[in-house]
Structure formats: C-alpha cells, structure tokens
C-alpha cells in the first residue's frame, strides 16, 4: 500500500481537528494572562487576574477546599449507592425493580431549575441545608441515572461464574461483592467517580441556591461573583482566569484517569 | 440495558430480600430527591404559588393554560425542538466521525482521542462561558484572525442573528460533548469482529456499503443510546443559551427550560407556572423516550 | 402576605413519601403573617450594638463598596455582619429560594428595579418610623426609598447607588476640535458631537456606543433624557408606560440617526450588556451616557470629562439607580440590624468609607464632601441625584417588561433605532401589558 500518500491527508484532517478542539483552552490559558482593558491586567502580561481570583473574599484556598469537600463527598456517595444499586439491579430479581430503575433513569428527564426549591425547603426540613453535606446529597442523586446505569451494565458484563464461585466458596452476596466484584467492576466504578466529580466540581447553580453561608461556597460561585461587575459589564480577565483554575485540575485528573475511564465504557455491555 | 436473565437454582425469597437491601440506598435518593421533590412540583404546578408570597391554594388547571397561552411558548417549543434535531444530529455524525478516525491503537490516534475527550472536563457553564470570551467581538480571536484573512470586514456577529447565535451554540455543545459521545461509539466499534469486515470485503462490498450494511447495524444500540441521551439534553438545554444568548436576539433562540427560569426567578416569579411548564416537559420526555426505548426493542427483536 | 416559613422545624423526621410530601406542604402552606415594626424601633433610633452576628446578602457588582462599609462597621461596633456575595445574575433566584422557606438573612439589598416588587410581596420589615426620626431624613436620596416604598409604607434605604452621567473621552474631543472641557447640553449636542468624533474616521473609533441589545442598559442610559425633557416615563403608579409620547420618539430618532449615519459602534446592536462599557475605557468612543461608579476604572485608560445627561433642549437628569437595603422578613435582630442601617447613612460611612472611597453618597447635604471637592467631576455626580428630574422608576413588573432579556422594552427600542422606527404603539401596547398585569 502506499502508505504514506494515503495517510498524510489523514494526518492533515486529524491534525487540524485535535487543533479545533485544543485551541479554546490555549486561548483562554493565555488570554488570562494578557493585558485587556476593563479587567486586573490592563497594562503588559501578568497574574492580575489570578491574585484577583486569590484575594477574593475569604482567599481561594477556602473555596478550593469547599469544593475538595463537596466532590470528595459527592464521589463517596455516588460510588456507594450506585455500586449496591448496580449489583442489584443486574443480579437481582426483586418486586419493583423495574419502576425503581425507571424512576431512576427520569431523573434525567426533569429541568434542573424547577427541583431547586422543593429541595431547598426539604433540605431545610432536614437540618441540612446551607450545609456541604446536604449539597452532596443532592448533587449525588443527579448522578444516580449515570452512575447506576454504568455500574448496572458493569455487573452485566462481569461473568456470573466468578460470583458463582465465590458462593460456593461459602461467601455470602455482600462478601462476594467487597472480595470478588468490586476488583471485576472497577474500570466502572473509576468512570462513575471520575464523573460524580466533574460535575460536584463544576456544578454552579445548586451550591448557589442550596448554601447560603459565604464561607461555604465552593469555587464556582467565587468565579461566578468576580465575572460580573456593575450594570451587567463581564470581566473577561477574570472569567478566562477563572476558567483556566476551574478546568486545571479537572483536565489533569482525566489525562491520569483515561485509560481506566475508557476502560470503564469498554467493559460495559453497551458493545454493539 | 435491560438484560435479564433468571438466576439460576431457586434461593428465592431470601435473593429477592438481598436484592432489596442493595437497591436500598438508590431507593432512599430517588424517594427522597426527587419523588418528593416532584410531588411538590406537582402541586405547585396545580396551586396559584409565588416565588415570594408562597401557596396560595388550588388554581387547577389556570397554570397550565396560562402556560400553553403564553406568547413565547409555541416559539420556544419550535426553537427547543429544532436546536435537538440540529444538536443531535450534527453530533452523533461528528462522535461517529471522530469515531471512526480514532479507531485503531496508535500514539497518534491516543493523542487525538484525548484532544476531543478533554473538553469534556469542563463544566458546561466553564464551557460555555469561555465561548462567550471566543465569541465576544471585543475580546475574542476570530474576528481579527478573519479581518487578517480578509473574510470578513466588520466585526463578526456570533451570537448577532438568530442563525448564527443557534449555530454558534451548536459548536459550543459539539466541543464540549463530541468526545464523551465518541468514546461511546467507538467501544461499540471496536465490538465489531475483524472477520465481518473480512467477510465483506471477500464479497466485494465497497467501503460505503460496509459502513451502511455493517458498522451502522452492528452499532445501532449504542446509536441510539446516543440519541436518547443527546436529544434529553437538547430538549432540556438551559446553561449554553442563559450564559451565551439569554435567549436573544429579539427572543429567537429561548428554550423551553429558559421560560421555565423565567417564569420562576426572571420577572414573573411564578412556581406555579413554572411547575406546570415542567409538568408538561417532564411528560413530553417521557412520552418521548419510552417511545424511543419501544422503538429500541422492537427492531431488537 | 408574607411568606412561608416552616413553624415546627424538626419535629419528626419524615417516615414515609406521604408524610415527608404533608410535611412539605404543610412547612410551605403555613404563612408568617405581617411582623409588627416595634422590634424595629426597640433599640430607638440608633437601635442596638449588643455584640450581635448579622446577615447580610448584597450582589456581586457591589462587592468593594459592601466590603469597605462592612469592614468599617465591624471595626467600630460590637455587632458583626457577614457578608455574602451573590452572583448578579443569580440574585432573585437565591432570594427567593430564601424567601419561600423562612431562610432571609437579617439584611439583604436590591438594585432598585426590584424593590416595588419585593417591598409589595412583604420581604422586608416597615422602617417608616424609623426614617422619619433619622435628623437627616430630608437629605436621603429620595429615589431608592420612593422604590421601596408599598402601600404608604418605606421598607429600604438607599445601599450603594449608581447613576448615569454624560462621559466624554476629551482626548477624541480636542482631535476632533471640540471643546475638550463642554459636553453636550442638549440632545442636539450630543448627536453633533457624536458625530464630530465620527467623522474622524479613526479606526475602531466609533462616536458612541449603546446596549443594543440590553433592557437595563436603555432603561439606565435613555429614561434620563427623557426625565430631562421634563416628561415622564411611567404614570405614577408604574401601571402605563408613556414610552410613546413626542419627547420619547426625539429621543428614538437622535439614537436612530446615529445609527444610520455609522456614528454608532456596529457591535452596539447585539451588545448584551456584558461589554457595553468596553470601549469606552478602551478609548475608542467618542462620548456616550455611562455609569458614573466606573470613574475610577474609566480614570485608569481614558482622560474623560462628565456631566449629567441632557434632555432634548436641556435640563439635567440621571437615572437614580443601585442598590436599597432593608431588614428581611425573617430577621430576629430588627434593631441591631437598624443600627448598621442608621450608621450606613450616618455622614460617617457616607464620607469617610464610601466618598474616600471614590463612590456616590446617599445624602445630597454631603454631596460636596471633603473627598469629592478635589475632583469637580465627583461633585457634577454627587449634585445631579439631587436635580428635581432625577429619578428612580417604579414599577411592580419593571423587571420584566425593561430589564429582562427579550422584555417588551428591548423589542420596542430596537425597532425604532435599527428598524427605522415601525411599530411604536404596538411595542408599547406589549409594555403596558406586563406593566397591568
């Protein structure tokens, strides 16, 4: 074959379009630290805008932590939820399972904005509102469709002898489960934690609506205040600057987690 | 999806127990977090209740026809519905595209995959707030790189006219989702046994015919669990169009989730109303995905 | 008629679906009732300082100034307030989250587009005894307090104000040979000048710049030249929009030549507001109606001259705009959260934190501080609120029928400027419409 003739508009195509989709992280990686009227960094290049983002209201370590906090808890709680609720819903027959695995699915069919106040009064209800507990919580369920769905097709795909074996061995279920299954799921449970935590990380309008304690926001309510300045004006420095600290460790927690994340997808039964 | 087989050996009643205490956990979320949540939604959506001044008893069923009466509202279905279509089907062609591009191990095409996969680190809200920086005529690169190359004279309008600002958002959502719904299309690929291909070719198909006789077939739940999933966020958009557009210009790119915010919190502040929007959100998607899932079945079979 | 607040709190911990769903509604159904004023008068008129923690919400584009008084109040008195910033966008949803279960802190601001709304819907406290007792009560900014005023009743004080003011860019004046030390006095002088600096043909420099596509924007930059003409804009219960009368259509068409004749910044039209400011810190616009807070940032890139903004054949008007601040609904500290309200007017906080601090005071006796006589400009801003055509416009729906994106008002002025006019009374018939609900 001729190789090379053939491959190099491949390399071209394939080239350009890993360009398209890296360029708007360059460019807001770079545009945070150049000089743009209207923002910290008006004259020359520099930090301006990340030792705004550093000094705002109760330092950024605060809020860095909050959000540790709230994604850390988020991932707990969805890994063990979903892990339990997984197992039993690709091992088990039970009365309701499929209404509960239904209902479960529709939480991704309902608009957010419209469950914030209900569960704002119910969190109140419950002691737990203005708390990052309680905001995990709920950033938890709205994980449940994702991660008991993926942990659901991971048990599927896990052979049934493996299980079966251990039974035999004299384990019961929840030992089978702890010794034998988590090892077989875990490309799974990796894609469910990985996820559960981009989105704790990211999320915006819960924490904004649930937490009313300044102390206790996390990250992306502190960008979301330096962003907006008098009458509606943006400050862009401090937008791409608060991109940039919200995307940074994201990124890097993905290019580490790839392979088992990928992994995670292959091992499901969603092979066609 | 769905795959149930019957145990083997009859434990019966204490497996049925077990399988209960497992789905425990999910069971308390969902009831908890969203049944109950829910409910009330579906009594404020029958109730006359203020975002201020609280319940103020039984309205039914004045919020829905104020709902459906609303000026805004056909307008905001026709927009939600044509941003889906346009959404979903740009992006399962670019995801199988890309798909299909990155399909063999190599440096190269591990490089390439995690290009595309890492938008997908960002929060849509990140996402879309660093493609209102892009898009911005006064800070943004295009406009200048496209006046350098002598495309454009003026400043460019991205999110000027209806068109642009629809299709302006359509890049943000391929850029941001392109990669998680490649990587679902390209596991299904990589399902296929080499020996189908081989067998095809032995027959003298060509590689169109492969692609429409073979591939599509062959990866057709995954498909259309990418549809599923890309056409409920498409109908429920909501932070790509409140940070990019708020729904302009003159009100042409508002969604239906968008009405919903602002009949809550943007100048109505009415629950009720926008209870029942979501009420009748909520059953649409239903209706439409258990339509889907049918659908799904029936050629399965 | 105020708002739900759950009376029993964890009584029982909900069992099953149904009694959490009762529990709800019952927590929801179960309204407060109107909270007398006397706690707010207990501590007198300059309530108490008894080492009391306060609450206060603000949003996020007050934060220096919130910050600033904050500071002050809390290094010079036993109670302390904690702050919370909220971003602007975000900021009715977060209320009324709050709002709806009992959960307001001791005291929250509004910008004043709000207010009506909110002093109707019983979020705050009545204070109108206690204004009347305050010895400069006469003096107060009287458009946040008209704003916040429901039934006869006064339920906010002005917090941090912001109005809008002529500003030119005088180096863009002397190279078009105009007089770098006169703005426009007139409507006529303005489109004149606007489009002296036009006809420079600089590139990027455009003679001005609007929000063409932002409600509040117009609403914060356009009603004062309409005030300044001596006409109104609102009946006087904010129910009829008289945004169709002879002086508002002079206004339309002064916007409307601009545009036409390339004097305005083709990217005005789609301008949201997120930038509308931009250009002229960047010193590309000639002159334009821009928020006098943004002096000093103006200051830093741009040698620029201010005056109030003009009517079509003179007289002076800004619009009073920014933030009132009242004591909540859900407030158990009425009278210590009073004593920050009457330090926040006292000439203590207004010339000492906000005037040092470059910002606009709340009382027109102190307009001409000792901080502001070193900048005449300061002094032009700090007089202007007290020009009897200044004004705060009040309306129960203001929000959505100006300031929301896509209301009524944006549609009615993007017709007349970008096309050519057409469909005024039917674009103010779709105003009054949300305005009488």
């Known amino acids: 074959m001729p190789k090379l003739a053939l491959r190099t508009p491949y390399y071209v195509l394939t080239g350009g379009l890993a360009v398209i989709f890296l360029f708007p992280l360059f460019w807001a990686g770079l545009r945070s630290v150049s000089p743009q009227a209207g923002t910290a960094q008006v004259h020359g290049w520099g930090l301006g805008n990340y030792q705004t983002l550093a000094h705002y209201q109760s330092g950024i370590w605060q809020y860095v932590l909050n959000s540790c906090i709230v994604s850390g808890l988020t991932v707990v709680f969805t890994l063990a939820v979903s892990l339990l609720g997984g197992y039993a819903f690709a091992r088990f027959a039970f009365p309701g399972k499929n209404l509960l695995f239904m209902l479960t699915l529709a939480i991704l069919m309902v608009p957010y904005a419209t469950l914030l106040i209900p569960l704002y009064v119910l969190l109140d209800r419950l002691g737990l509102q203005n708390s990052l507990v309680g905001l995990s919580l709920v950033l938890t369920m709205f994980q449940l469709p994702f991660a008991t769905f993926m942990m659901r097709i991971s048990f599927e795909a896990v052979p049934r002898e493996l299980e079966e074996a251990a039974l035999v061995d004299g384990c019961g279920t929840l030992r089978a489960l702890l010794l034998v299954l988590v090892r077989a799921v875990q490309p799974g449970l990796v894609t469910v934690g990985l996820f559960a935590f981009l989105a704790a990380w990211n999320d915006f309008i819960t924490p904004l609506v649930l937490i009313s304690d300044s102390s206790k926001l996390p990250l992306p309510v502190a960008i979301a205040n330096l962003r907006a300045q008098v009458m509606g004006v943006i400050d862009y420095g401090a937008t791409e600057a608060g991109v940039v600290v919200l995307a940074l460790p994201c990124i890097v927690l993905f290019i580490l987690l790839q392979r088992q994340y990928v992994r995670g997808f292959m091992s499901g039964a969603l092979k066609g | ?301 | 008629m105020i708002g739900i607040r759950p009376t029993r709190r964890h009584r029982r911990r909900p069992l099953t679906v149904l009694a959490a769903v009762v529990a709800l509604t019952a927590a929801a159904c179960s309204s407060g009732g109107g909270k007398s004023n006397q706690s707010v008068a207990q501590g007198g008129i300059n309530g108490l300082d008894d080492g009391t923690t306060l609450t206060l919400w603000t949003r996020a584009p007050l934060e220096l100034q919130a910050n600033l008084l904050v500071k002050a109040y809390n290094a010079s008195h036993k109670n302390q307030v904690k702050l919370t910033i909220v971003p602007n966008d975000d900021y009715v949803t977060k209320v009324g989250a709050a709002a709806g279960s009992g959960g307001l802190p001791d005291l929250f601001a509004s910008d004043v587009v709000y207010a009506a709304n909110w002093s109707k819907a019983g979020l705050w406290q009545d204070i109108t005894g206690q204004i009347s007792k305050l010895p400069y009560a006469a003096s107060i900014d009287k458009g946040p307090i008209e704003a916040g005023t429901y039934n006869g009743k006064e339920y906010v004080l002005p917090f941090v104000m912001d109005l809008s003011v002529m500003m030119w860019n005088k180096t863009l004046y002397k190279e078009a040979g105009l007089d770098p030390n006169q703005g426009p006095t007139t409507l006529a002088d303005f489109v004149t000048q606007a489009k002296a600096i036009a006809a420079l043909h600089k590139p990027g420099v455009y003679g001005t710049y609007f929000g063409g596509n932002c409600g509040g924007c117009a609403v914060f930059t356009w009603f004062p030249m309409i005030w300044a003409s001596g006409q109104n804009v609102l009946n006087a219960d904010g129910t009829k929009s008289l945004l169709d009368s002879g002086t508002a259509k002079q206004v339309y068409a002064a916007w409307r030549d601009l545009w036409t004749s390339g004097a305005v910044d083709p990217a005005s039209k789609d301008e949201t507001g997120a930038t509308w400011v931009g250009p002229f810190q960047q010193g590309d616009i000639g002159v334009m109606p821009y928020p006098a807070s943004l002096l000093p940032t103006v200051e830093k890139t741009v040698d620029a001259g201010v005056a109030p903004i003009p009517g079509v054949t003179g007289g002076e008007s800004t619009f009073m705009g920014g933030d009132g601040i009242g004591v909540s609904k859900d407030s158990k500290h009425e009278a210590e959260a009073w004593n920050f309200l009457a330090w926040l007017l006292s000439s203590d906080a207004q010339v000492n934190v906000l005037a040092a601090n470059q910002s606009i005071v709340s009382r027109s006796d102190l307009a001409d501080n000792k901080y502001a006589a070193a900048d005449p400009r300061v002094v032009t801003i700090n007089k202007v609120a007290a020009s009897p055509d200044s004004k705060t416009p009040i309306a129960v729906d203001f929000q959505q029928a100006f300031n929301a994106a896509g209301s009524p008002w944006v549609t009615l002025f993007r017709d007349q400027v970008f096309n050519g006019g057409a469909n005024l009374e039917q674009d103010n018939s779709a105003v009054n419409s949300v305005l009488s609900q």
Request: aromatic share 12%.
């Open chain 2, 1 to 301: 999806m769905g795959r149930q087989r019957r145990h083997p050996g009859g434990l019966g009643r204490r497996r049925r127990l077990a399988g209960w205490v497992y789905a425990t956990p999910t069971a308390a979320f969902v009831l908890l977090f969203f049944v109950v949540p829910l409910l009330l939604v579906t009594q404020m959506s029958v109730s006359d209740w203020g975002l201020f001044n609280g319940d103020q008893g039984l309205n039914a069923p004045h919020n829905f026809t104020a709902a459906v009466d609303q000026d805004l509202f056909w307008p905001a279905v026709r927009f939600t519905v044509e941003y889906t279509v346009v959404t979903t089907a740009i992006l399962v062609g670019c995801a199988l595209g890309l798909a299909m591009l990155v399909q063999e191990s190599t440096r190269w095409t591990g490089f390439l995959r995690t290009a595309v996969l890492v938008p997908s680190a960002l929060g849509l809200a990140s996402a879309s707030l660093l493609f209102y920086a892009l898009y911005s005529p006064g800070s943004g690169p295009f406009g200048q790189i496209m006046q350098h190359l002598g495309i454009s004279s003026g400043p460019v309008e991205f999110l000027g006219t209806p068109g642009h600002a629809l299709w302006s958002t359509v890049a943000l959502i391929v850029w941001r989702y392109a990669g998680f719904y490649m990587l679902l299309l390209l596991v299904a690929l990589q399902g296929i046994p080499a020996e189908v291909y081989e067998a095809a070719e032995v027959d003298g198909a060509g590689r169109w015919q492969r692609f429409v006789h073979i591939t599509v077939p062959l990866i057709r739940p995954s498909l259309a669990l990418c549809t599923i999933l890309c056409v409920t966020g498409s109908l429920l958009a909501f932070d790509q169009f409140y940070i990019l557009t708020k729904g302009g210009p003159d009100n042409s790119t508002l969604t239906i989730v968008q009405l919903i915010y602002n009949a809550a919190f943007a100048g109505r502040d009415d629950l009720g109303l926008a209870a029942a929007l979501s009420i009748i959100v909520l059953a649409a998607l239903l209706v439409l995905n258990i339509g889907q899932f049918r659908w799904l079945r029936g050629k399965e079979n």
